[in-house]
C-alpha cells in the first residue's frame, strides 16, 4: 500500500502563478487534511475534509481553496501565490476509528 | 478553538539520559493526544498517542502521561540513543476532528 501520496514534491512559483497540490490516499480513510509547516511555527490546519462531499476551514485558510473530488483525493489550490505562501505542505489523512494521521511526503513550495 | 503549547522549543540530553517534552491544552472537550516524531526533511509519524479515559502509556522506551484535571500531557523518552534526535510534536483533538499541533520540540541526543 503506498498510504499518502502527495504530487510533485517540489515546486517553484512566481508570485501571481496558480497550481493545485494533488494528494491520494489507499487505505479508505473518511477524513483529509491539508497543513502548512514554517519554522518554528509547527504545523498549522489550511482545510480539512471530515468525510467525502464536506470541507472545511482550518487554522490559516485565506489564499487557498480546497477539494474533495471522491473518497481518495483531496486538493489544495493557490489561485494566487504569494511569497507567504512559501512553505512545505504536507497531506494526511485518517479513519474513523484510529484518529492518528498518516502523513504524506509533503511538498516543498516556493514563491519568489 | 484549541490551543496546544509545548515546552521546551530545543532539548539536548547526553545518551542514555531521559527526555521529557510537555504540552498543555485549552479545550477540555479534547480527548485525543497524539505525538509525532519528524526527521529532518521527512513526514511526521505518529509514535504515541492516549485517549482521555487512560493516565499513562507506555511503548518500549517511550511513554505519555495525561493530567486531565491540569489539561498537560507529557511524552517520555528513556535511555536515549542518537537516533532518537528528531523534532517532536504534540497534538490535541476532539474525536473526530482535526489536531492541533505544538509548535514542536527539537531533541538532540549527543554521544
Known amino acids: 500500500n503506498a498510504g499518502v501520496t502527495q504530487t510533485p514534491k517540489f515546486q517553484v512559483l512566481k508570485t501571481g502563478q496558480s497550481m493545485t497540490l494533488q494528494c491520494a490516499q489507499d487505505?479508505?480513510?473518511?477524513?483529509m487534511y491539508w497543513y502548512r509547516q514554517d519554522p518554528g511555527m509547527g504545523l498549522r490546519l489550511i482545510y480539512y475534509?471530515?468525510?467525502?462531499?464536506?470541507?472545511d476551514k482550518g487554522e490559516v485558510p485565506n489564499g487557498y481553496n480546497v477539494s474533495r473530488l471522491n473518497k481518495r483525493e483531496f486538493s489544495l489550490r493557490l489561485e494566487s501565490a504569494a511569497p507567504s505562501q512559501t512553505s512545505v505542505y504536507f497531506c494526511?489523512?485518517?479513519?474513523?476509528?484510529?484518529?492518528?494521521?498518516?502523513f504524506g511526503s509533503g511538498t516543498r513550495l516556493t514563491v519568489v | 478553538g484549541e490551543n496546544v503549547e509545548q515546552h521546551p522549543s530545543t532539548l539536548s540530553v547526553q545518551e542514555g539520559d531521559s527526555a521529557v517534552i510537555k504540552c498543555t491544552y485549552s479545550?477540555?472537550?479534547?480527548?485525543?493526544f497524539p505525538w509525532y516524531k519528524q526527521e529532518l526533511g521527512k513526514r511526521p509519524q505518529l509514535i504515541i498517542d492516549?485517549?482521555?479515559?487512560?493516565g499513562e502509556k507506555k511503548d518500549q522506551r517511550i511513554a505519555v502521561t495525561l493530567n486531565k484535571t491540569a489539561k498537560h500531557f507529557s511524552l517520555h523518552i528513556t535511555e536515549t540513543q542518537p537516533e532518537d534526535s528528531a523534532v517532536y510534536f504534540c497534538?490535541?483533538?476532539?474525536?473526530?476532528?482535526?489536531?492541533?499541533f505544538g509548535k514542536g520540540t527539537s531533541l538532540l541526543v549527543t554521544p
Open positions: 494526511a489523512s485518517s479513519g474513523r476509528t484510529s484518529y492518528g494521521y498518516t
Open positions: 487505505m479508505n480513510h473518511n477524513s
Open positions: 475534509s471530515a468525510s467525502e462531499g464536506t470541507t
Open positions: 479545550d477540555s472537550a479534547s480527548n485525543y
Open positions: 492516549i485517549r482521555s479515559n487512560v
Open positions: 497534538a490535541a483533538s476532539n474525536s473526530g476532528y482535526a489536531l492541533n
